[in-house]
């Protein structure tokens, strides 16, 4: 079977409902592969935002060789363009070979032509093609290494942030899993709003939520019964990503 897949041809699909637990299950298992490669993404942006959505996958001999997903933006506001992936901070062709890759790519550019876009955007972790455009100042990521103990993770916060982080427990602060989406959307949009930013609509929360499942995780920080702050998480591998809050 390996020398089949090998040999075979590669062919460029379109994911659809049938395709998408073969597509997790690739993307589950890539070591380049993030939380917003996942299928789910398809849908909760096409559901909320009404943007066309065409998430590509390579494969030969039936199984999948790499993933791809796309988003066409086309507004006044912000332009017209094709990006992976639009409402995420990473994205890009994973693919398990260079063929695999390639074809990916040269899919993305082909429909990027026909959708006349201003321009194709991966949104890679690591430098993609040596001779493209890169913009490395547009974006930042950080992470950091969590130790098994709660303890040593806050002797790594900064000296005078952890002692608001003391006082808040002094004061009584806890922190809840909510089920639903209402207590965080409120607090994020009137966040947001007060720093000037347009607000996503709810149902794209309530979209996130339904999505992703256990993945995807509310806490939100209450003093008695009033809630303070809160973080919509998502869970990928053994990474824990504070998103929306």
Same mark, same amino acid.
């Given at each position: !079977? ?7 041809? !590669?062919? /460029? ?59 066409? /933006? ?8 094709? /990006? ?23 899919? @993305? ?26 913009? &490395? ?26 002692? !608001? ?12 899993? &909510? $089920? ?8 994020? @949009? ?10 996503? @609509? ?25 809630? $303070? ?17």
């Amino acid at each position: !079977m390996k020398a089949d897949v090998l040999t075979a041809p !590669m062919e /460029i699909g379109e994911l659809n409902a049938s395709k998408a637990a073969d597509w997790d299950a690739f993307v589950g298992t890539h070591p380049d592969a993030t939380f917003f490669h996942l299928s789910g993404w398809k849908q909760v942006i096409e559901s909320s935002f009404d943007h066309d959505c065409h998430f590509l996958y390579a494969y030969a001999s039936g199984q999948i060789r790499g993933v791809l997903p796309l988003v066409h /933006i086309n507004s006044r506001l912000f332009g017209n363009a094709l /990006i992976s992936t639009a409402f995420c901070v990473c994205g890009g062709p994973v693919a398990v070979d260079h063929t695999a890759r390639s074809a990916l790519e040269e899919r @993305a550019i082909a429909l990027a032509e026909e959708l006349k876009v201003d321009y194709l955007e991966f949104r890679l972790r690591a430098p993609g093609n040596a001779d493209w455009a890169r913009n &490395d100042e547009l974006y930042v990521e950080f992470r950091k290494q969590l130790d098994p103990d709660p303890e040593k993770n806050l002797a790594q916060v900064p000296r005078k942030q952890r002692a !608001m982080v003391r006082k808040g427990i002094k004061f009584g602060l806890r922190s809840e899993i &909510d $089920v639903g989406v209402d207590r965080c959307y409120n607090l994020y @949009a009137e966040s947001v709003r007060n720093l000037g930013t347009p607000v996503f @609509a709810k149902k794209y929360f309530v979209a996130l939520k339904a999505a992703f499942g256990e993945a995807c995780e509310i806490l939100t920080v209450c003093q008695g019964d009033q809630p $303070v702050s809160s973080v919509m998480n998502f869970y990928f591998g053994n990474e824990v990503l504070p998103y929306y809050g």
